[in-house]
Protein backbone atom coordinates (compact mmCIF):
# COMPACT_ATOMS: atom_id res chain seq x y z
CA UNK A 1 0.00 0.00 0.00
CA UNK A 2 1.31 3.46 -0.94
CA UNK A 3 1.12 6.40 1.11
CA UNK A 4 -1.10 8.04 -1.01
CA UNK A 5 -3.76 9.93 0.70
CA UNK A 6 -6.36 8.83 -1.82
CA UNK A 7 -5.08 5.25 -0.64
CA UNK A 8 -6.27 5.78 3.11
CA UNK A 9 -8.78 3.79 4.31
CA UNK A 10 -11.56 5.93 5.56
CA UNK A 11 -14.17 2.79 6.70
CA UNK A 12 -12.59 -0.49 7.12
CA UNK A 13 -14.55 -3.79 8.01
CA UNK A 14 -13.33 -7.19 9.29
CA UNK A 15 -15.43 -9.92 10.01
CA UNK A 16 -18.43 -7.55 10.91
CA UNK A 17 -21.29 -9.45 12.50
CA UNK A 18 -24.32 -8.43 14.39
CA UNK A 19 -26.26 -10.69 16.04
CA UNK A 20 -30.14 -10.16 17.60
CA UNK A 21 -31.06 -12.28 20.46
CA UNK A 22 -35.17 -12.50 19.80
CA UNK A 23 -37.71 -13.99 21.59
CA UNK A 24 -40.07 -15.83 19.96
CA UNK A 25 -43.46 -17.39 21.48
CA UNK A 26 -43.40 -21.19 21.87
CA UNK A 27 -46.36 -22.23 23.36
CA UNK A 28 -49.02 -20.52 25.45
CA UNK A 29 -46.63 -18.75 28.49
CA UNK A 30 -43.17 -19.74 26.93
CA UNK A 31 -41.12 -17.75 25.32
CA UNK A 32 -37.74 -18.70 23.65
CA UNK A 33 -34.80 -16.94 22.22
CA UNK A 34 -33.39 -17.33 19.00
CA UNK A 35 -30.62 -15.58 17.60
CA UNK A 36 -31.14 -14.08 14.42
CA UNK A 37 -27.83 -13.23 12.63
CA UNK A 38 -28.33 -9.77 10.66
CA UNK A 39 -24.90 -9.35 9.41
CA UNK A 40 -23.11 -12.17 8.97
CA UNK A 41 -18.85 -11.82 8.64
CA UNK A 42 -18.95 -8.44 6.01
CA UNK A 43 -15.49 -7.03 4.72
CA UNK A 44 -15.24 -3.67 3.69
CA UNK A 45 -12.81 -0.92 2.87
CA UNK A 46 -13.53 2.17 1.77
CA UNK A 47 -10.71 4.53 0.45
CA UNK A 48 -11.36 8.42 1.12
CA UNK A 49 -13.34 10.00 -1.70
CA UNK A 50 -14.79 7.14 -2.84
CA UNK A 51 -18.66 6.74 -3.64
CA UNK A 52 -20.14 3.58 -2.41
CA UNK A 53 -23.71 2.15 -3.32
CA UNK A 54 -25.06 -0.12 -0.45
CA UNK A 55 -28.10 -2.08 -1.32
CA UNK A 56 -29.50 -5.52 -0.99
CA UNK A 57 -32.96 -6.84 -0.03
CA UNK A 58 -35.28 -5.90 3.01
CA UNK A 59 -33.67 -7.21 5.83
CA UNK A 60 -30.28 -7.82 4.51
CA UNK A 61 -28.30 -5.94 6.60
CA UNK A 62 -27.82 -2.90 5.42
CA UNK A 63 -29.36 -0.64 8.30
CA UNK A 64 -27.61 -2.57 10.90
CA UNK A 65 -24.20 -2.46 9.22
CA UNK A 66 -24.63 1.39 8.80
CA UNK A 67 -25.57 1.32 12.53
CA UNK A 68 -22.07 -0.34 13.72
CA UNK A 69 -20.59 2.27 11.40
CA UNK A 70 -21.73 5.04 13.10
CA UNK A 71 -21.18 3.95 16.62
CA UNK A 72 -25.12 3.85 17.25
CA UNK A 73 -24.62 -0.37 17.48
CA UNK A 74 -22.18 -2.27 18.92
CA UNK A 75 -20.89 -5.32 16.45
CA UNK A 76 -21.49 -9.03 18.04
CA UNK A 77 -17.74 -9.45 17.04
CA UNK A 78 -15.44 -8.19 14.22
CA UNK A 79 -13.18 -5.42 13.56
CA UNK A 80 -14.48 -2.38 12.69
CA UNK A 81 -12.26 1.56 12.36
CA UNK A 82 -14.45 4.83 10.75
CA UNK A 83 -11.90 7.56 10.15
CA UNK A 84 -9.58 5.30 12.32
CA UNK A 85 -11.19 5.41 15.29
CA UNK A 86 -13.56 2.15 17.03
CA UNK A 87 -17.17 4.10 16.37
CA UNK A 88 -18.74 2.86 19.74
CA UNK A 89 -16.07 3.35 21.57
CA UNK A 90 -14.86 6.60 20.38
CA UNK A 91 -18.68 7.85 19.45
CA UNK A 92 -18.38 11.68 20.53
CA UNK A 93 -15.35 12.18 18.62
CA UNK A 94 -16.35 10.06 15.47
CA UNK A 95 -19.79 11.85 15.70
CA UNK A 96 -17.66 15.56 14.83
CA UNK A 97 -15.99 13.95 11.99
CA UNK A 98 -18.95 12.16 9.82
CA UNK A 99 -22.50 13.01 9.06
CA UNK A 100 -25.24 10.59 9.06
CA UNK A 101 -28.67 10.69 6.83
CA UNK A 102 -30.87 8.39 8.09
CA UNK A 103 -34.05 8.61 5.74
CA UNK A 104 -36.63 7.78 8.25
CA UNK A 105 -35.34 9.67 11.44
CA UNK A 106 -34.87 13.32 11.27
CA UNK A 107 -32.19 15.73 12.86
CA UNK A 108 -34.26 18.80 12.87
CA UNK A 109 -36.25 20.48 15.28
CA UNK A 110 -39.72 19.40 14.04
CA UNK A 111 -41.28 22.85 15.27
CA UNK A 112 -38.55 25.38 14.16
CA UNK A 113 -37.34 26.89 10.78
CA UNK A 114 -34.19 25.17 9.26
CA UNK A 115 -32.25 28.42 9.64
CA UNK A 116 -32.68 27.78 13.65
CA UNK A 117 -32.05 24.11 12.91
CA UNK A 118 -28.80 24.70 10.91
CA UNK A 119 -27.96 27.21 13.75
CA UNK A 120 -28.46 24.88 16.74
CA UNK A 121 -26.15 22.52 15.18
CA UNK A 122 -23.58 24.90 14.59
CA UNK A 123 -23.30 24.78 18.66
CA UNK A 124 -23.67 21.36 18.86
CA UNK A 125 -20.92 20.05 16.39
CA UNK A 126 -18.54 23.51 17.73
CA UNK A 127 -17.91 24.74 13.93
CA UNK A 128 -16.54 28.16 13.57
CA UNK A 129 -18.89 30.64 12.38
CA UNK A 130 -17.12 31.02 9.25
CA UNK A 131 -16.82 27.91 8.34
CA UNK A 132 -20.50 26.81 8.80
CA UNK A 133 -21.47 30.20 6.89
CA UNK A 134 -19.76 29.18 4.12
CA UNK A 135 -20.74 25.50 4.04
CA UNK A 136 -24.46 26.33 4.37
CA UNK A 137 -24.14 29.05 2.02
CA UNK A 138 -22.68 26.51 -0.63
CA UNK A 139 -25.83 24.42 0.26
CA UNK A 140 -28.77 26.98 -0.20
CA UNK A 141 -27.48 27.48 -3.70
CA UNK A 142 -27.00 23.77 -4.61
CA UNK A 143 -30.25 22.72 -2.94
CA UNK A 144 -32.52 25.67 -3.05
CA UNK A 145 -33.20 25.94 0.18
CA UNK A 146 -33.82 29.74 0.09
CA UNK A 147 -37.57 29.56 -0.75
CA UNK A 148 -38.19 27.62 2.68
CA UNK A 149 -35.60 28.79 5.35
CA UNK A 150 -38.04 29.91 7.19
CA UNK A 151 -40.98 27.66 7.60
CA UNK A 152 -40.91 25.45 10.56
CA UNK A 153 -40.18 21.98 9.78
CA UNK A 154 -43.02 20.48 10.14
CA UNK A 155 -44.56 22.18 7.17
CA UNK A 156 -42.64 21.28 4.95
CA UNK A 157 -42.62 18.19 2.37
CA UNK A 158 -40.82 15.57 2.19
CA UNK A 159 -38.10 16.83 -0.44
CA UNK A 160 -37.73 19.79 1.26
CA UNK A 161 -37.03 18.29 4.20
CA UNK A 162 -34.67 16.03 2.93
CA UNK A 163 -32.58 18.95 1.41
CA UNK A 164 -32.53 20.38 5.32
CA UNK A 165 -31.18 16.77 6.43
CA UNK A 166 -28.48 17.15 3.35
CA UNK A 167 -27.78 20.38 4.56
CA UNK A 168 -27.83 19.47 7.96
CA UNK A 169 -25.67 16.18 8.35
CA UNK A 170 -22.63 18.52 5.70
CA UNK A 171 -22.74 21.78 7.81
CA UNK A 172 -19.43 20.44 10.36
CA UNK A 173 -17.54 19.33 7.21
CA UNK A 174 -17.77 15.81 7.64
CA UNK A 175 -15.43 13.42 6.02
CA UNK A 176 -17.54 10.30 5.48
CA UNK A 177 -21.42 11.14 4.77
CA UNK A 178 -23.85 7.74 5.38
CA UNK A 179 -26.86 7.87 3.54
CA UNK A 180 -29.54 5.34 4.73
CA UNK A 181 -32.70 5.57 2.22
CA UNK A 182 -32.10 9.23 1.20
CA UNK A 183 -34.92 9.36 -2.02
CA UNK A 184 -36.92 7.39 -0.05
CA UNK A 185 -40.65 8.54 -0.85
CA UNK A 186 -39.22 11.71 -3.06
CA UNK A 187 -41.09 12.91 -6.23
CA UNK A 188 -38.62 12.84 -9.48
CA UNK A 189 -37.76 16.44 -9.21
CA UNK A 190 -36.37 16.43 -5.31
CA UNK A 191 -34.88 12.62 -6.31
CA UNK A 192 -33.53 15.02 -9.02
CA UNK A 193 -32.26 17.39 -6.72
CA UNK A 194 -30.85 15.52 -4.46
CA UNK A 195 -28.58 12.92 -6.73
CA UNK A 196 -27.06 15.77 -8.70
CA UNK A 197 -26.68 17.56 -4.96
CA UNK A 198 -24.60 14.14 -4.12
CA UNK A 199 -22.87 14.04 -7.52
CA UNK A 200 -21.85 17.76 -6.90
CA UNK A 201 -20.70 16.83 -3.07
CA UNK A 202 -18.68 13.33 -4.51
CA UNK A 203 -16.65 15.40 -7.55
CA UNK A 204 -14.51 17.41 -4.82
CA UNK A 205 -13.24 13.59 -3.83
CA UNK A 206 -12.92 15.23 -0.12
CA UNK A 207 -16.22 13.43 0.95
CA UNK A 208 -16.47 9.84 1.33
CA UNK A 209 -20.26 8.76 0.22
CA UNK A 210 -21.44 5.59 1.63
CA UNK A 211 -25.49 5.00 0.90
CA UNK A 212 -28.07 2.49 1.40
CA UNK A 213 -30.89 2.60 -1.22
CA UNK A 214 -33.93 0.82 -2.70
CA UNK A 215 -33.26 2.80 -6.08
CA UNK A 216 -30.86 1.25 -7.91
CA UNK A 217 -31.25 5.16 -10.38
CA UNK A 218 -29.45 6.11 -7.46
CA UNK A 219 -26.52 4.02 -7.71
CA UNK A 220 -26.58 4.47 -11.47
CA UNK A 221 -25.85 8.33 -11.14
CA UNK A 222 -23.51 8.39 -8.34
CA UNK A 223 -21.62 5.44 -7.51
CA UNK A 224 -19.17 3.41 -9.37
CA UNK A 225 -18.45 1.07 -6.78
CA UNK A 226 -21.61 -1.64 -5.86
CA UNK A 227 -21.72 -3.56 -2.72
CA UNK A 228 -24.26 -5.78 -3.10
CA UNK A 229 -25.39 -7.87 0.69
CA UNK A 230 -27.86 -10.21 1.23
CA UNK A 231 -28.49 -12.68 4.45
CA UNK A 232 -25.62 -10.34 5.86
CA UNK A 233 -23.06 -11.40 3.35
CA UNK A 234 -21.64 -9.58 0.83
CA UNK A 235 -22.57 -11.23 -2.48
CA UNK A 236 -20.82 -8.62 -5.09
CA UNK A 237 -17.76 -6.10 -4.24
CA UNK A 238 -17.15 -4.22 -7.54
CA UNK A 239 -18.41 -1.32 -10.62
CA UNK A 240 -21.48 -1.61 -12.22
CA UNK A 241 -19.48 -2.78 -15.48
CA UNK A 242 -18.26 -5.87 -13.47
CA UNK A 243 -21.35 -6.73 -12.05
CA UNK A 244 -22.79 -6.73 -15.74
CA UNK A 245 -19.83 -9.17 -16.97
CA UNK A 246 -20.47 -11.54 -14.15
CA UNK A 247 -23.95 -12.33 -14.35
CA UNK A 248 -23.79 -11.81 -17.97
CA UNK A 249 -26.12 -9.09 -18.94
CA UNK A 250 -25.77 -7.79 -22.08
CA UNK A 251 -26.97 -4.87 -24.35
CA UNK A 252 -29.61 -4.72 -26.00
CA UNK A 253 -30.12 -3.51 -29.94
CA UNK A 254 -34.00 -2.39 -30.58
CA UNK A 255 -34.39 -2.12 -34.10
CA UNK A 256 -37.85 -0.72 -35.62
CA UNK A 257 -38.51 -1.81 -39.04
CA UNK A 258 -40.92 0.06 -41.73
CA UNK A 259 -42.36 -3.46 -43.25
CA UNK A 260 -42.50 -5.98 -40.58
CA UNK A 261 -40.30 -9.44 -41.61
CA UNK A 262 -41.17 -12.73 -42.06
CA UNK A 263 -38.16 -14.34 -41.40
CA UNK A 264 -36.41 -12.19 -39.27
CA UNK A 265 -32.44 -11.95 -39.77
CA UNK A 266 -29.82 -14.35 -38.17
CA UNK A 267 -26.79 -12.26 -36.66
CA UNK A 268 -23.21 -14.19 -35.61
CA UNK A 269 -22.98 -13.22 -31.84
CA UNK A 270 -26.13 -11.75 -31.46
CA UNK A 271 -28.97 -14.07 -31.10
CA UNK A 272 -32.41 -12.35 -31.79
CA UNK A 273 -34.26 -12.36 -28.06
CA UNK A 274 -37.55 -11.50 -28.97
CA UNK A 275 -40.21 -9.78 -32.17
CA UNK A 276 -42.81 -7.45 -30.68
CA UNK A 277 -45.06 -5.24 -32.19
CA UNK A 278 -46.19 -7.72 -35.18
CA UNK A 279 -42.86 -8.19 -36.30
CA UNK A 280 -42.08 -4.60 -36.70
CA UNK A 281 -39.42 -4.41 -33.50
CA UNK A 282 -36.85 -6.74 -33.24
CA UNK A 283 -34.41 -7.11 -30.17
CA UNK A 284 -31.50 -8.53 -30.44
CA UNK A 285 -29.08 -9.51 -27.44
CA UNK A 286 -25.12 -8.41 -27.63
CA UNK A 287 -23.21 -11.54 -27.01
CA UNK A 288 -19.94 -11.65 -28.99
CA UNK A 289 -20.98 -8.82 -31.16
CA UNK A 290 -20.85 -5.31 -30.38
CA UNK A 291 -23.70 -3.12 -30.52
CA UNK A 292 -22.55 -1.35 -33.94
CA UNK A 293 -21.58 -4.27 -35.60
CA UNK A 294 -25.17 -5.34 -34.93
CA UNK A 295 -26.71 -2.02 -36.00
CA UNK A 296 -24.38 -2.18 -39.58
CA UNK A 297 -25.41 -5.36 -39.75
CA UNK A 298 -29.06 -4.38 -39.69
CA UNK A 299 -28.90 -1.18 -41.75
CA UNK A 300 -27.24 -3.25 -44.72
CA UNK A 301 -30.21 -6.15 -44.23
CA UNK A 302 -33.34 -4.26 -43.36
CA UNK A 303 -35.02 -0.92 -44.10
CA UNK A 304 -34.96 0.93 -40.51
CA UNK A 305 -36.93 3.15 -39.69
CA UNK A 306 -35.31 3.51 -35.77
CA UNK A 307 -33.08 1.54 -33.87
CA UNK A 308 -31.94 1.82 -29.85
CA UNK A 309 -28.94 0.43 -27.82
CA UNK A 310 -30.40 -0.30 -24.74
CA UNK A 311 -28.39 -0.45 -21.94
CA UNK A 312 -28.28 -3.62 -19.40
CA UNK A 313 -30.80 -2.82 -16.34
CA UNK A 314 -28.69 -2.56 -13.71
CA UNK A 315 -32.18 -3.48 -11.28
CA UNK A 316 -32.67 -6.49 -13.33
CA UNK A 317 -29.10 -7.96 -12.51
CA UNK A 318 -29.54 -7.11 -9.05
CA UNK A 319 -33.31 -8.99 -8.61
CA UNK A 320 -31.27 -12.03 -10.11
CA UNK A 321 -28.68 -11.88 -7.48
CA UNK A 322 -31.26 -11.27 -4.55
CA UNK A 323 -33.17 -14.95 -5.94
CA UNK A 324 -29.77 -16.51 -6.95
CA UNK A 325 -28.51 -15.82 -3.23
CA UNK A 326 -31.96 -16.85 -2.13
CA UNK A 327 -31.96 -20.01 -3.60
CA UNK A 328 -28.04 -20.18 -2.71
CA UNK A 329 -27.21 -21.27 -6.42
CA UNK A 330 -25.04 -19.37 -8.83
CA UNK A 331 -25.26 -17.17 -11.19
CA UNK A 332 -26.83 -18.31 -14.31
CA UNK A 333 -25.24 -16.34 -17.32
CA UNK A 334 -28.17 -17.92 -19.98
CA UNK A 335 -31.13 -16.11 -18.37
CA UNK A 336 -30.13 -12.91 -20.38
CA UNK A 337 -31.73 -9.80 -20.03
CA UNK A 338 -35.08 -10.97 -18.74
CA UNK A 339 -37.41 -8.09 -17.70
CA UNK A 340 -38.49 -8.84 -14.51
CA UNK A 341 -39.67 -6.84 -11.03
CA UNK A 342 -38.97 -8.14 -8.10
CA UNK A 343 -41.13 -7.60 -4.85
CA UNK A 344 -37.91 -7.23 -3.08
CA UNK A 345 -36.91 -4.22 -5.23
CA UNK A 346 -39.90 -1.78 -3.66
CA UNK A 347 -40.40 2.02 -4.82
CA UNK A 348 -37.65 0.91 -7.69
CA UNK A 349 -38.46 3.27 -10.81
CA UNK A 350 -37.48 2.07 -14.27
CA UNK A 351 -34.08 3.05 -15.27
CA UNK A 352 -33.59 2.46 -18.53
CA UNK A 353 -31.62 4.68 -20.56
CA UNK A 354 -32.67 4.45 -24.17
CA UNK A 355 -29.44 5.71 -25.74
CA UNK A 356 -29.34 5.66 -29.57
CA UNK A 357 -25.27 7.09 -31.00
CA UNK A 358 -26.40 8.50 -33.88
CA UNK A 359 -22.63 7.68 -35.08
CA UNK A 360 -23.99 3.86 -35.42
CA UNK A 361 -27.00 4.01 -37.73
CA UNK A 362 -26.46 4.93 -40.95
CA UNK B 1 -11.74 19.17 31.22
CA UNK B 2 -11.51 22.11 28.62
CA UNK B 3 -13.32 19.51 26.43
CA UNK B 4 -15.85 18.99 28.64
CA UNK B 5 -16.61 22.38 29.23
CA UNK B 6 -16.35 23.14 25.57
CA UNK B 7 -19.77 21.08 25.28
CA UNK B 8 -21.63 23.42 27.51
CA UNK B 9 -22.93 25.80 24.85
CA UNK B 10 -23.85 23.17 22.80
CA UNK B 11 -26.25 21.74 25.63
CA UNK B 12 -27.34 25.20 26.30
CA UNK B 13 -28.06 25.57 22.07
CA UNK B 14 -30.64 22.14 22.79
CA UNK B 15 -32.12 23.87 25.66
CA UNK B 16 -32.85 26.91 23.32
CA UNK B 17 -34.05 24.67 20.40
CA UNK B 18 -36.54 23.12 23.17
CA UNK B 19 -37.56 26.78 24.50
CA UNK B 20 -38.18 28.24 21.23
CA UNK B 21 -40.10 25.19 19.62
CA UNK B 22 -42.53 25.18 22.58
CA UNK B 23 -43.06 28.66 22.60
CA UNK B 24 -43.78 28.52 19.01
CA UNK B 25 -47.20 26.96 20.52
CA UNK B 26 -48.16 30.26 22.45
CA UNK B 27 -51.62 29.79 23.31
CA UNK B 28 -51.20 26.03 23.97
CA UNK B 29 -48.08 26.81 26.07
CA UNK B 30 -49.68 29.24 28.30
CA UNK B 31 -52.63 26.59 28.56
CA UNK B 32 -50.41 23.71 29.57
CA UNK B 33 -48.63 26.27 32.12
CA UNK B 34 -51.64 26.63 33.87
CA UNK B 35 -53.35 23.37 33.89
CA UNK B 36 -49.93 21.32 34.69
CA UNK B 37 -49.74 23.33 38.34
CA UNK B 38 -52.89 21.20 38.78
CA UNK B 39 -51.49 18.09 39.89
CA UNK B 40 -49.27 19.65 42.57
CA UNK B 41 -52.31 21.77 43.99
CA UNK B 42 -54.15 18.32 44.36
CA UNK B 43 -51.04 16.91 46.14
CA UNK B 44 -50.93 19.49 48.78
CA UNK B 45 -54.23 20.12 48.95
CA UNK B 46 -55.25 16.93 50.00
CA UNK B 47 -53.41 17.27 53.09
CA UNK B 48 -55.00 20.15 53.82
CA UNK B 49 -58.65 18.57 53.56
CA UNK B 50 -56.73 15.63 55.47
CA UNK B 51 -56.09 18.43 58.45
CA UNK B 52 -59.97 18.87 58.43
CA UNK B 53 -60.42 15.57 59.66
CA UNK B 54 -57.97 15.72 62.34
CA UNK B 55 -55.24 17.68 64.80
CA UNK B 56 -52.60 15.66 64.28
CA UNK B 57 -50.60 13.71 61.30
CA UNK B 58 -48.62 10.91 62.16
CA UNK B 59 -47.52 13.25 65.80
CA UNK B 60 -47.51 16.07 64.11
CA UNK B 61 -49.87 19.71 63.64
CA UNK B 62 -50.73 21.26 60.31
CA UNK B 63 -47.90 23.83 60.40
CA UNK B 64 -45.34 21.19 60.83
CA UNK B 65 -46.75 18.38 58.14
CA UNK B 66 -46.19 21.08 55.92
CA UNK B 67 -43.21 21.73 55.76
CA UNK B 68 -42.69 17.84 54.76
CA UNK B 69 -45.55 18.73 51.96
CA UNK B 70 -43.22 21.41 50.49
CA UNK B 71 -40.25 19.94 50.82
CA UNK B 72 -41.80 16.59 48.81
CA UNK B 73 -43.42 19.37 46.30
CA UNK B 74 -40.58 21.28 45.49
CA UNK B 75 -38.15 18.47 44.95
CA UNK B 76 -40.31 16.40 43.02
CA UNK B 77 -41.45 19.04 40.97
CA UNK B 78 -38.50 20.12 39.80
CA UNK B 79 -37.32 16.56 39.24
CA UNK B 80 -39.69 16.12 37.03
CA UNK B 81 -39.37 19.20 35.13
CA UNK B 82 -35.31 18.42 34.61
CA UNK B 83 -35.80 14.53 33.85
CA UNK B 84 -39.34 13.50 34.45
CA UNK B 85 -39.60 13.04 30.24
CA UNK B 86 -37.05 9.94 30.89
CA UNK B 87 -40.28 8.21 30.98
CA UNK B 88 -40.61 8.49 27.67
CA UNK B 89 -37.31 6.28 26.58
CA UNK B 90 -39.98 3.97 24.63
CA UNK B 91 -41.19 6.41 22.40
CA UNK B 92 -37.75 7.77 21.88
CA UNK B 93 -35.98 3.97 20.53
CA UNK B 94 -39.17 3.85 18.51
CA UNK B 95 -38.84 7.00 16.87
CA UNK B 96 -35.69 7.10 16.37
CA UNK B 97 -34.66 9.83 18.70
CA UNK B 98 -32.19 7.94 20.51
CA UNK B 99 -30.59 6.74 17.44
CA UNK B 100 -29.95 10.22 16.01
CA UNK B 101 -28.89 11.19 19.40
CA UNK B 102 -26.25 8.86 18.72
CA UNK B 103 -25.11 10.14 16.27
CA UNK B 104 -24.32 13.80 17.69
CA UNK B 105 -20.93 14.66 19.30
CA UNK B 106 -22.66 14.87 23.01
CA UNK B 107 -24.43 12.50 25.57
CA UNK B 108 -27.52 10.92 25.01
CA UNK B 109 -28.94 11.16 28.16
CA UNK B 110 -28.39 14.87 28.43
CA UNK B 111 -29.33 15.68 24.74
CA UNK B 112 -32.61 14.03 25.05
CA UNK B 113 -33.82 15.66 28.92
CA UNK B 114 -33.36 18.57 26.71
CA UNK B 115 -34.30 18.27 23.43
CA UNK B 116 -37.65 16.88 25.38
CA UNK B 117 -37.36 19.27 28.34
CA UNK B 118 -40.92 19.55 29.76
CA UNK B 119 -41.14 23.51 30.06
CA UNK B 120 -44.66 23.72 30.68
CA UNK B 121 -44.22 21.34 34.10
CA UNK B 122 -42.11 24.96 35.31
CA UNK B 123 -45.13 25.93 36.93
CA UNK B 124 -45.60 23.29 39.02
CA UNK B 125 -41.89 23.35 40.42
CA UNK B 126 -42.31 27.21 41.25
CA UNK B 127 -45.44 25.80 42.55
CA UNK B 128 -43.91 23.08 44.77
CA UNK B 129 -40.98 26.13 45.99
CA UNK B 130 -44.02 28.47 46.89
CA UNK B 131 -45.84 25.94 49.41
CA UNK B 132 -42.27 24.74 50.75
CA UNK B 133 -41.06 28.76 51.42
CA UNK B 134 -45.25 29.60 52.87
CA UNK B 135 -44.73 26.16 54.81
CA UNK B 136 -41.21 27.00 56.59
CA UNK B 137 -42.10 30.83 57.15
CA UNK B 138 -45.26 29.65 58.94
CA UNK B 139 -44.30 26.75 61.15
CA UNK B 140 -42.51 28.94 63.83
CA UNK B 141 -39.16 27.74 63.12
CA UNK B 142 -36.05 28.77 65.45
CA UNK B 143 -34.08 30.16 62.46
CA UNK B 144 -30.01 29.30 63.12
CA UNK B 145 -27.10 29.69 59.96
CA UNK B 146 -27.40 25.61 59.84
CA UNK B 147 -31.37 25.63 59.46
CA UNK B 148 -31.18 28.43 56.61
CA UNK B 149 -28.31 26.08 54.98
CA UNK B 150 -30.28 23.02 55.27
CA UNK B 151 -33.56 24.46 53.85
CA UNK B 152 -31.50 24.83 50.29
CA UNK B 153 -29.64 21.49 50.72
CA UNK B 154 -32.55 19.52 51.52
CA UNK B 155 -34.37 20.34 48.67
CA UNK B 156 -31.82 20.22 46.00
CA UNK B 157 -30.61 17.06 47.48
CA UNK B 158 -34.47 15.89 46.61
CA UNK B 159 -34.63 16.93 43.86
CA UNK B 160 -31.42 14.72 42.73
CA UNK B 161 -32.57 11.64 44.43
CA UNK B 162 -36.34 12.01 42.49
CA UNK B 163 -34.00 12.77 39.48
CA UNK B 164 -31.92 9.29 40.06
CA UNK B 165 -35.13 7.47 40.33
CA UNK B 166 -36.71 8.60 37.44
CA UNK B 167 -33.21 8.01 35.48
CA UNK B 168 -32.78 4.76 36.71
CA UNK B 169 -36.55 3.40 36.39
CA UNK B 170 -36.74 4.45 32.83
CA UNK B 171 -32.86 2.56 32.11
CA UNK B 172 -34.94 -0.26 33.42
CA UNK B 173 -36.97 -0.23 29.92
CA UNK B 174 -34.14 -1.32 27.57
CA UNK B 175 -34.24 -4.27 29.47
CA UNK B 176 -38.13 -5.06 29.99
CA UNK B 177 -40.53 -3.18 27.88
CA UNK B 178 -43.35 -2.77 29.67
CA UNK B 179 -41.72 -2.09 33.02
CA UNK B 180 -43.44 1.71 33.37
CA UNK B 181 -46.06 0.61 36.00
CA UNK B 182 -43.06 -0.65 38.06
CA UNK B 183 -41.05 2.13 37.54
CA UNK B 184 -44.19 4.47 38.50
CA UNK B 185 -44.14 2.65 42.10
CA UNK B 186 -40.80 4.18 43.29
CA UNK B 187 -41.27 7.20 41.67
CA UNK B 188 -45.08 8.39 42.29
CA UNK B 189 -44.94 5.95 45.20
CA UNK B 190 -42.84 7.51 46.34
CA UNK B 191 -43.59 10.91 45.88
CA UNK B 192 -46.22 9.96 47.74
CA UNK B 193 -44.35 8.41 50.55
CA UNK B 194 -42.87 12.05 50.88
CA UNK B 195 -45.19 13.90 51.34
CA UNK B 196 -46.70 12.34 54.73
CA UNK B 197 -44.66 12.04 58.33
CA UNK B 198 -42.76 9.00 57.89
CA UNK B 199 -44.95 7.97 61.14
CA UNK B 200 -48.09 7.60 59.46
CA UNK B 201 -46.47 4.48 57.62
CA UNK B 202 -45.40 1.07 59.63
CA UNK B 203 -43.90 -2.47 59.27
CA UNK B 204 -42.12 -3.71 56.34
CA UNK B 205 -43.25 -0.94 53.91
CA UNK B 206 -41.92 2.03 56.31
CA UNK B 207 -38.84 -0.07 56.61
CA UNK B 208 -38.55 -0.34 52.82
CA UNK B 209 -39.65 2.75 51.40
CA UNK B 210 -37.77 5.08 54.48
CA UNK B 211 -34.35 3.56 55.15
CA UNK B 212 -33.81 1.13 52.45
CA UNK B 213 -34.71 3.38 49.52
CA UNK B 214 -33.82 5.72 51.38
CA UNK B 215 -37.23 8.38 50.75
CA UNK B 216 -37.49 8.84 54.95
CA UNK B 217 -34.74 11.40 54.23
CA UNK B 218 -35.36 13.60 51.81
CA UNK B 219 -38.61 15.37 53.56
CA UNK B 220 -39.26 13.94 56.74
CA UNK B 221 -35.60 13.87 58.44
CA UNK B 222 -35.00 17.53 57.31
CA UNK B 223 -37.75 19.34 58.69
CA UNK B 224 -37.69 17.29 61.98
CA UNK B 225 -34.34 18.67 61.68
CA UNK B 226 -35.54 22.14 60.50
CA UNK B 227 -38.56 22.14 63.00
CA UNK B 228 -36.09 21.12 66.15
CA UNK B 229 -38.26 18.22 66.60
CA UNK B 230 -36.53 14.38 68.37
CA UNK B 231 -37.71 11.94 65.97
CA UNK B 232 -40.37 9.38 67.52
CA UNK B 233 -38.69 6.69 65.65
CA UNK B 234 -35.14 7.33 67.49
CA UNK B 235 -33.20 8.49 65.05
CA UNK B 236 -30.44 11.33 65.68
CA UNK B 237 -30.39 14.47 65.35
CA UNK B 238 -27.95 14.61 62.28
CA UNK B 239 -30.33 12.23 60.56
CA UNK B 240 -31.77 15.00 59.15
CA UNK B 241 -28.15 16.09 57.56
CA UNK B 242 -28.14 12.89 56.05
CA UNK B 243 -30.00 13.93 52.29
CA UNK B 244 -26.11 14.19 50.49
CA UNK B 245 -25.31 10.29 51.86
CA UNK B 246 -28.48 9.22 49.96
CA UNK B 247 -28.62 11.60 46.90
CA UNK B 248 -24.97 10.22 46.03
CA UNK B 249 -25.65 6.82 46.20
CA UNK B 250 -28.27 7.19 44.43
CA UNK B 251 -26.74 9.21 41.27
CA UNK B 252 -24.20 6.54 40.82
CA UNK B 253 -27.16 3.86 40.70
CA UNK B 254 -28.82 5.82 38.02
CA UNK B 255 -26.04 6.42 36.45
CA UNK B 256 -24.88 3.00 36.67
CA UNK B 257 -28.38 1.84 35.73
CA UNK B 258 -28.57 4.14 32.30
CA UNK B 259 -24.91 2.93 31.05
CA UNK B 260 -25.10 -0.09 31.07
CA UNK B 261 -29.31 -0.17 29.65
CA UNK B 262 -27.55 1.85 26.90
CA UNK B 263 -24.85 -0.26 26.14
CA UNK B 264 -27.63 -3.28 26.19
CA UNK B 265 -29.40 -1.01 23.67
CA UNK B 266 -26.69 -0.82 21.60
CA UNK B 267 -26.11 -4.67 21.42
CA UNK B 268 -29.64 -5.79 21.06
CA UNK B 269 -30.92 -2.68 18.53
CA UNK B 270 -34.64 -3.22 19.58
Keep these: MSAVPGDEPVIEARGLRKEFVVRVPAGRFRRT ?11 LTVRRGEMVGYIGPNGAGKSTTLKMLTGVLMPSSGEVRVCGLPPVARRTQLALRIGVVFGQRSQLWWDLPLRDSFALLRHIYRVPAAAHAARLRRCRELLDLDDFLDVPVRQLSLGQRMRGELTAALLHGPEVLFLDEPTIGLDVVSKQAV ?25 ERLC ?14 GSIGALHARYGSRRLVVAELDEPLTTPPVLAGAPLLRTEADGRRLVFACESATASAVVARLAGLVALRDIAVVEPDIEDVVARIYRNAASEGGADPAQGCSITRTAKVPGASASYRWGTSPGNVT | MADRLGVLPAYWALLRGQARSQVSYRTSFLV ?5 VGATVFDVATVLVLFRLTRTLGGFPRAEAMVMVGLSAAAFATADLAVGNIERLRQYVRTGLLDAVLVRPLGALPQLLLMDLPLRKASR ?18 WTPARVGLVVLAPVCGVVFFASIFVT ?18 TYGGRDFTTYPVTVYSGWFRAVFAYVLGFGFVAYYPALALLGRADPLGLPVWAGWAAPAVALPAVLVAALAWRVGVRHYRSTGS
Design chain 1, 195 to 219: RAFLAELGRSGETTLLLTTHDLADI
Design chain 2, 169 to 186: TAALSFWWIDSGEVGSAF
Design chain 2, 32 to 36: DLVGN
Design chain 2, 125 to 142: ALFGVAVLVAAVLTAGID
Design chain 1, 33 to 43: RRRVTAVDGID
Design chain 1, 224 to 237: HRLVVIDHGRVVHD
